[in-house]
């Protein structure tokens, strides 16, 4: 084994770690990552997180969404057991739709630096409406910059069949 991936085990602590603890409040700190052995290529990974919860700031009452996340890293990237202890860490945190998809975004940014990020919530209807918060970054001054533009602003122009809400 190489010491780069001897580096790269040292890293990581929760992935096969059966003692994991599960935390029930906001834990940003919980993000783990890796080195991408692909730097130079521009590609996405995405994660489609359909057990989300979070809490209504006012009533308390949960909310249920599914959280899609793409990017496109650079150096590091976002190991994906640490990536679901995270969105766990929601489960009793109290902030709106927006807040959450803004928050998560805003954590990987500051975790890993992609290229690109964006992170879109399609939230279970309460009171007969459903919150579908979308929102995306690109490196300033790049051309991901010009991409998180041109994807912001035709964002589902075209929007899908849903049939479980």
Known sequence: ????????KDNITLLGNKNVRYDF?????VLETFENKHP?????????????????????????????????????MVESKSLKLYLFSFRNHGDFHEDCVNIIMKDLIALMDPKYIEVWG???PRGGISIDPYCNYGRPG????????ERLSTHDLYPETIRNR
């Open 142 to 149: 790049t051309k991901y910059e010009k991409l998180a533009w």
């Open 122 to 124: 399609k939230f279970l």
């Open 25 to 29: 409040d906001y834990t940003p700190g």
């Open 1 to 8: 084994m190489s010491s780069t991936r001897e580096n790269e």
């Open 40 to 76: 130079d290529n521009d590609y996405f990974v995405k994660f489609n997180c359909p057990e989300f919860t979070s809490l209504c700031p006012i009533t308390g009452q949960p909310d249920f969404a599914c959280i899609y996340i793409s990017y496109i890293p650079d150096k590091r």
